[in-house]
């Protein structure tokens, strides 16, 4: 299996701080961002890690994680021109795979309290998600589920049908880059992740894990100072 860790978009909601460096490289108490998400990669001892991101900054990104060779992995590094989605971002990530390796693509500021890399490294074949209760589902995917078993799966719905977000980890076999070649943009413009997973939905092979501890997606400036106190509560 590889990994693909993805720092793309434009970080928005975190400007001014993003006008000068990517929000994965911003600090979550005492280290950057992105080495949270790269550490569940490597504790599921995944050693070869395409990173992408976007043009304004991927050389600062390139700079601080070097050649991969401090975290004992090797790092290549794809640009997203434009803000295309992250099935998108995922896409270029295809000529790094052979033939039967499978991905695991994880999102570059999205810090996770749980072990999951036992479920990772157990994946064989179709596609896994991770989900967790959150307040306002809105902002997410969402899934459904009838008792352990994923029935939908929507983009950010006005109408969530539960509060299960669909978390920024996810693991795919080989198929997943086909799916992507074959994808519509959505009415944002872009290639949606969700439409990925809900194509192993549809053909039985979606599985699902529920997180215990905290998830947190730090895409704002509370998210991330929330991070900030929970890393300090338990790591330090």
Not at 63 to 70: A, H, N, R, V, Y
Not at 150 to 175: F, H, M
Not at 193 to 204: C, P, S
Request: net charge negative; glycine share 8%.
């Amino acid at each position: 299996m590889k990994g693909v860790l993805i720092c793309g978009g434009t970080g928005s909601r975190l400007k001014p701080l993003t006008d000068i460096t990517n929000k994965s490289l911003l600090p979550v108490y005492n280290k950057p961002l992105i080495l949270y998400p790269l550490q569940v990669l490597l504790d599921a001892g995944i050693h070869d890690i395409v990173i992408i991101s976007g043009t304004e900054h991927i050389d600062q990104m390139a700079e601080f994680l070097g050649s991969g060779e401090q975290y004992n992995c090797n790092f290549s590094f794809k640009v997203q021109e434009k803000p295309g989605g992250i099935a998108q971002a995922l896409g270029l990530a295809a000529n790094e795979y052979s033939d039967d390796e499978s991905v695991c693509a994880i999102l570059g500021d999205n810090v996770y309290f749980d072990d999951i890399s036992d479920t990772i490294k157990a994946f064989s074949s179709g596609a896994h998600i991770f989900l967790k209760e959150v307040p306002d589902p809105e902002r997410f995917g969402v899934a459904e589920l009838d008792g352990s078993t994923v029935v939908s799966i929507e983009e950010k719905p006005t109408q969530p049908k539960s509060n299960l977000a669909v978390t920024g980890c996810y693991i795919y076999d080989k198929r997943c880059f086909d799916i992507i070649k074959n994808l519509q943009p959505s009415a944002r413009g872009e290639l949606e992740i969700t439409d990925v997973t809900k194509w192993y939905l549809e053909h039985g092979e979606l599985n699902a894990s529920m997180l215990q501890q905290e998830w947190i997606d730090a895409g704002t400036f509370e998210s991330l100072h929330k991070a900030s106190v929970l890393v300090r509560e338990k790591f330090i």
